[in-house]
C-alpha cells in the first residue's frame, strides 16, 4: 500500500497564484518530510523540509503546512511563476532509524503565464 | 564540488543479460542511497549504505539485485538477468548522515532492457 499520498496528480494555477499541494501519511514513526522538485530530464532536488517540532515552515515563496494529528502535510507556493512549472513530491522518512525516503507519486505543477 | 557522479547515463541491455551501475558520492557523505524511478511506481527506495555498511535493503527485489560500496567513494548496483520490466532510471543519493538529512540526488542512470 501506498505509506505517502499525495494529490493532486496534476494542478494548473496561472501566474501569481497560490498552489497548494496536499501529502498525507499513515506511519506514525516518520519525522521528517521533505518537498522535493523535478524539472524534466533533471533529478530531484530538495525544496524544503520540516519536522514535527513545527507545525509550519517558510522558506521564500514556500511554505509547508504540518498536521501532526490528522497525519497530512502541504506545500503552499505563494506568487507561483511559470519556472515553478515542475513535478513535486513529497516524501516522509523515520531520520533516526533507516534514513530511506518514502515518496509520494508526485503532482505536476504547470503554471501559466 | 562535482555532486553526486552516476556513470554510466544511459544503458541498453538485452533481456537476460547483466547490467552493474556506478555511483560516486559527494566526498565527505556517509550515506548512500539508491532509488529507482518509473512513470508507474514513481520514485522507489532500493538500498542504503551508512559508512559503507549495508543498513537496509528492504526495497532490493531479492533474487536479482545486489548492491555493495567496497569504498567511501563508489557504489555498485548490479542487476543480473535483466528483463523488461527492470526498465527506469537508477538514482543514486548521498548525505552527510543518514536519516533527516537532505539527499543529494545524482543524475541517474536510464536502464533500458530490450
Known amino acids: 500500500q501506498q505509506q505517502v499520498r499525495q494529490s493532486p496528480q496534476s494542478l494548473t494555477v496561472w501566474e501569481g497564484e497560490t498552489a497548494i499541494l496536499n501529502c498525507s501519511y499513515e506511519d506514525s514513526t516518520f519525522d521528517y518530510f521533505p518537498w522535493y522538485h523535478q524539472f524534466p530530464g533533471e533529478s530531484p532536488a530538495l525544496l524544503i523540509a520540516i519536522r514535527p517540532v513545527s507545525n509550519k515552515k517558510e522558506d521564500g515563496r514556500f511554505t509547508i503546512f504540518f498536521n501532526k494529528r490528522e497525519k497530512k502535510f502541504s506545500l503552499h507556493i505563494a506568487d507561483s511563476q511559470p519556472g515553478d512549472s515542475a513535478t513535486y513530491f513529497c516524501?516522509?522518512?523515520?531520520?533516526?532509524?533507516?534514513?530511506?525516503?518514502?515518496f509520494g507519486l508526485g503532482t505536476t505543477l504547470q503554471v501559466q503565464p | 564540488n562535482a555532486g553526486v557522479i552516476q556513470t554510466p547515463r544511459h544503458k541498453v541491455t538485452g533481456k537476460g543479460q547483466e547490467a552493474t551501475l556506478w555511483c560516486e558520492p559527494i566526498s565527505g557523505h556517509s550515506a548512500v542511497f539508491w532509488y529507482r524511478q518509473t512513470i508507474v511506481q514513481g520514485l522507489e527506495f532500493l538500498t542504503y549504505?551508512?559508512?559503507?555498511?549495508?543498513?537496509?535493503d528492504s526495497g532490493m527485489p531479492k533474487e536479482r539485485f545486489s548492491a555493495q560500496m567496497p569504498n567511501q567513494s563508489h557504489s555498485t548496483l548490479k542487476i543480473q538477468s535483466t528483463q523488461p520490466q527492470d526498465s527506469a532510471v537508477y538514482l543514486c543519493?548521498?548525505?552527510?548522515?543518514?536519516?533527516?538529512?537532505?539527499?543529494?540526488f545524482g543524475p541517474g542512470t536510464r536502464l533500458t532492457v530490450l
Open positions: 543519493a548521498s548525505s552527510l548522515v543518514g536519516g533527516g538529512a537532505e539527499q543529494f
Open positions: 516524501a516522509a522518512s523515520d531520520g533516526g532509524n533507516t534514513g530511506k525516503l518514502i
Open positions: 549504505f551508512r559508512n559503507q555498511a549495508p543498513i537496509d
